[in-house]
């Protein structure tokens, strides 16, 4: 079927610019055909229920060139559907038992080989429904044909928290951390400080087999939770990955191998860097995080960028409840120390809400093609933000703009964006979804792509959901949208690819696109930019070409392991 198309005109939407340094960005029409962007046969698909933060998986499990889709929803089913919508054979796997109020999956799968077995497996993290023991939330590991890996799953411990959440697995991701040449498995969680402990372990780290990695788990000394994403990044280039990972207080914290911190870690992260009195100066604090990490000014150094909530001291003895003002974001050298340009942290403007926020991503391409890299983030301002290294903004583009001139601002936020040409002009754009979260909103959310250069809206978006509900659906978890991270990737093989997404409201859309199938030109094309969620852009190696194809039954090496069915060869007319 087709997809109804929401085309804007100039009068009507635009990108908002918030800083002075931010230039206009108007709505353009872009390269490709208005009508270029219809729905695939066969979805969306409906059998999935909604999701939180896992986006679609496109991976080809079985070696043979045809990628599966695989999702996790929020009753914690993991499903698995073919390129025709159809569900596969022996899907879903239920990691509650069922697949209707059971406790849910928060964030996107994992693929990789953990065992080298030249076999694929799928890690996940899911929440609990108890704080007893067999009640609290699990990493489970299974194997392609979904069997659990033997050692698996592995729960998490618990801190007697008091606040009445449960404890939860938020997300997981894989890579070297001990130098070992094998992957090992991070998990973040939620678990804080309750009344009978200082100590919350909620990073952790396992072997392919189950085992605990000594120095893990590790409790910050606030015994704050983690609601956010880890990075494992070699920052240092020792030949492993570190973690880090932000918590729901002002540190944010780098661990190394054995969980121990590196000098000058964890770094208290003010938002300027001479204004350090506690209580008394503004704050960044990572509730809900999504730290990168990449080399941005190509000089062969990793940069750490970070984004989160702004909070001002309210002046009380405690200092619990100070409140949030604005959300910002910091780039730091690896030794923690800010980066030039970011003394003083740039801020977003006043969330529209404090609840179902976004995990204020970061995501890192090079922008504009002047080889070096930019890199954008989702506020809970109504705004996504591009920056380039140097703490200059680039653009900002306002997506909870009423298409009504006057008209109060729509209460949506923005998932996290991917990278990837979608416009078939060879130049790489900006894609992601809205959601509503005060339940009043679910008939205008819609698929965003911006050009990645000026923050400018492409002609025929945004898409519209027509799985989502009506506006006036006011019952409880109607938040309906997209929250989680699209999925760019070539599922059938034909040189141009698809845009995927898993809604809120429990669809699976897939919209075909004219965008070429080509690596250079996704550079960001899913969650937490691979399939490891790592949100780490490695330098090549010296003697590898800037760009590699991979075809889907190659290996992509390095760290990873895992296969690509996302780009390859002969797609370049």
Same mark, same amino acid.
């Given at each position: 079927?087709?997809?109804?198309?929401?085309?804007?005109?100039?009068?009507?939407?635009?990108?908002?610019?918030?800083?002075?340094?931010?230039?206009?960005?108007?709505?353009?029409?872009?390269?490709?055909?208005?009508?270029?962007?219809?729905?695939?046969?066969?979805?969306?698909?409906?059998?999935?229920?909604?999701?939180?933060?896992?986006?679609?998986?496109?991976?080809?499990?079985?070696?043979?060139?045809? $990628?599966?889709?695989?999702?996790?929803?929020?009753?914690?089913?993991?499903?698995?559907?073919?390129?025709?919508?159809?569900?596969?054979?022996?899907?879903?796997?239920?990691? +509650?038992?069922?697949?209707?109020?059971?406790?849910?999956?928060?964030?996107?799968?994992?693929?990789?080989?953990?065992?080298? *077995? %030249? @076999?694929?497996?799928?890690?996940?993290?899911?929440?609990?429904?108890?704080?007893? &023991?067999?009640?609290? #939330?699990?990493?489970?590991?299974?194997?392609?044909?979904?069997?659990?890996?033997?050692?698996?799953?592995?729960?998490?411990?618990?801190?007697?928290?008091?606040?009445?959440?449960?404890?939860? &697995?938020?997300?997981?991701?894989?890579?070297?951390?001990?130098?070992? %040449?094998?992957?090992?498995?991070?998990?973040?969680?939620?678990?804080?400080?309750?009344?009978?402990?200082?100590?919350?372990?909620?990073?952790?780290?396992?072997?392919?087999? #189950?085992?605990?990695?000594?120095?893990?788990?590790?409790?910050?000394?606030?015994?704050?939770?983690?609601?956010?994403?880890?990075?494992?990044?070699? /920052?240092?280039?020792?030949?492993?990955?570190?973690?880090?990972?932000? =918590?729901?207080?002002?540190?944010?914290?780098?661990?190394?191998?054995?969980?121990?911190?590196?000098?000058?870690?964890?770094?208290?992260?003010?938002?300027?860097?001479?204004?350090?009195?506690?209580?008394?100066? *503004?704050?960044?604090?990572?509730?809900?995080?999504?730290?990168?990490?990449?080399?941005?000014? %190509?000089?062969?150094?990793? !940069? /750490?960028?970070?984004?989160?909530?702004?909070?001002?001291?309210?002046?009380?003895?405690?200092?619990?409840?100070?409140?949030?003002?604005?959300?910002?974001?910091?780039?730091?050298?690896?030794?923690?120390?800010? =980066?030039?340009?970011?003394?003083?942290?740039?801020?977003?403007?006043?969330?529209?809400?404090?609840?179902?926020?976004?995990?204020? $991503?970061?995501?890192?391409?090079?922008?504009?093609?002047?080889?070096?890299?930019?890199?954008?983030?989702?506020?809970?301002?109504?705004?996504?933000?591009?920056?380039?290294?140097?703490?200059?903004?680039?653009?900002?583009?306002?997506?909870?703009?009423? $298409?009504?001139?006057?008209?109060?601002?729509?209460?949506?936020?923005?998932? !996290?964006?991917?990278?990837?040409?979608?416009? +078939?002009?060879?130049?790489?754009? /900006?894609?992601? #979804?809205?959601?509503?979260?005060? =339940?009043?909103?679910? +008939?205008?959310?819609?698929?965003?792509? @911006?050009?990645?250069?000026?923050?400018? @809206?492409?002609?025929?978006?945004?898409?519209? @959901?027509?799985?989502?509900?009506?506006?006036?659906?006011?019952?409880?978890?109607?938040?309906? +949208?997209?929250?989680?991270? $699209?999925?760019?990737?070539?599922?059938?093989?034909?040189?141009?690819?698809?845009?995927?997404?898993?809604?809120?409201?429990?669809?699976?859309? &897939?919209?075909?696109?004219? #965008?070429?199938?080509?690596?250079?030109?996704?550079?960001?094309?899913?969650?937490?930019?691979?399939?490891?969620?790592?949100?780490? &852009?490695?330098?090549?190696?010296?003697?590898?070409?800037?760009?590699?194809?991979?075809?889907?039954?190659?290996?992509?090496?390095?760290?990873?392991?895992?296969?690509?069915?996302?780009? =390859?060869?002969?797609?370049?007319?």
């Amino acid at each position: 079927m087709f997809v109804l198309l929401v085309i804007f005109s100039l009068s009507t939407v635009s990108a908002k610019p918030l800083e002075t340094n931010a230039p206009e960005a108007p709505v353009v029409a872009s390269p490709a055909a208005t009508n270029a962007y219809t729905m695939r046969a066969g979805f969306p698909a409906t059998k999935p229920n909604g999701s939180y933060f896992s986006s679609p998986t496109v991976v080809d499990l079985f070696k043979d060139g045809s $990628p599966e889709i695989l999702s996790a929803d929020a009753t914690g089913c993991i499903w698995g559907h073919n390129i025709y919508g159809q569900v596969l054979p022996g899907f879903p796997w239920m990691t +509650g038992g069922a697949c209707s109020n059971t406790p849910r999956v928060n964030g996107s799968l994992v693929v990789a080989d953990i065992n080298q *077995d %030249g @076999l694929l497996e799928i890690v996940v993290g899911t929440r609990g429904k108890g704080t007893s &023991v067999g009640q609290r #939330g699990k990493v489970i590991v299974y194997q392609r044909n979904g069997a659990i890996l033997s050692g698996w799953p592995k729960e998490m411990d618990w801190a007697y928290i008091t606040n009445g959440n449960f404890p939860e &697995v938020v997300h997981v991701a894989v890579a070297d951390i001990i130098g070992d %040449g094998k992957l090992e498995v991070v998990a973040t969680t939620t678990n804080e400080a309750g009344s009978n402990t200082n100590f919350a372990p909620n990073v952790y780290a396992w072997s392919a087999n #189950g085992t605990i990695l000594n120095g893990y788990p590790r409790s910050a000394d606030k015994g704050s939770g983690i609601w956010g994403h880890p990075a494992l990044a070699d /920052i240092d280039n020792n030949g492993y990955s570190e973690i880090l990972v932000g =918590r729901d207080e002002i540190y944010f914290y780098r661990y190394n191998s054995d969980g121990n911190q590196y000098p000058g870690w964890p770094i208290r992260t003010y938002t300027h860097v001479n204004q350090t009195t506690w209580n008394v100066h *503004d704050y960044l604090e990572f509730t809900r995080s999504g730290p990168a990490v990449a080399d941005l000014d %190509g000089d062969g150094s990793y !940069e /750490i960028i970070a984004a989160g909530k702004v909070r001002t001291p309210d002046g009380l003895p405690d200092n619990n409840y100070d409140p949030q003002i604005a959300s910002a974001v910091i780039v730091t050298e690896p030794n923690g120390t800010r =980066r030039a340009g970011w003394t003083d942290a740039k801020r977003a403007g006043a969330p529209l809400d404090v609840n179902f926020t976004p995990n204020n $991503p970061i995501v890192v391409a090079d922008l504009d093609g002047d080889g070096i890299k930019e890199f954008v983030v989702t506020f809970d301002d109504g705004t996504i933000r591009a920056y380039r290294e140097n703490g200059v903004q680039m653009w900002s583009f306002f997506y909870a703009q009423e $298409p009504v001139a006057g008209a109060p601002t729509r209460k949506v936020f923005g998932s !996290e964006v991917t990278i990837a040409d979608v416009t +078939g002009d060879r130049k790489i754009d /900006i894609v992601f #979804g809205t959601y509503s979260f005060d =339940r009043v909103y679910a +008939g205008i959310v819609g698929l965003y792509a @911006l050009d990645a250069r000026t923050g400018t @809206l492409h002609s025929g978006f945004p898409l519209s @959901l027509p799985n989502e509900g009506p506006s006036n659906d006011n019952t409880a978890g109607s938040q309906k +949208g997209i929250q989680a991270a $699209p999925t760019i990737a070539d599922i059938d093989n034909n040189c141009y690819v698809e845009i995927l997404a898993h809604s809120r409201a429990g669809n699976i859309y &897939v919209w075909e696109t004219p #965008g070429r199938n080509l690596p250079e030109l996704m550079p960001w094309p899913m969650s937490r930019q691979d399939l490891q969620r790592t949100a780490w &852009v490695k330098n090549p190696a010296p003697e590898a070409p800037r760009q590699q194809v991979y075809a889907p039954e190659q290996l992509q090496g390095g760290d990873y392991k895992a296969y690509l069915p996302i780009t =390859r060869t002969g797609c370049d007319f």
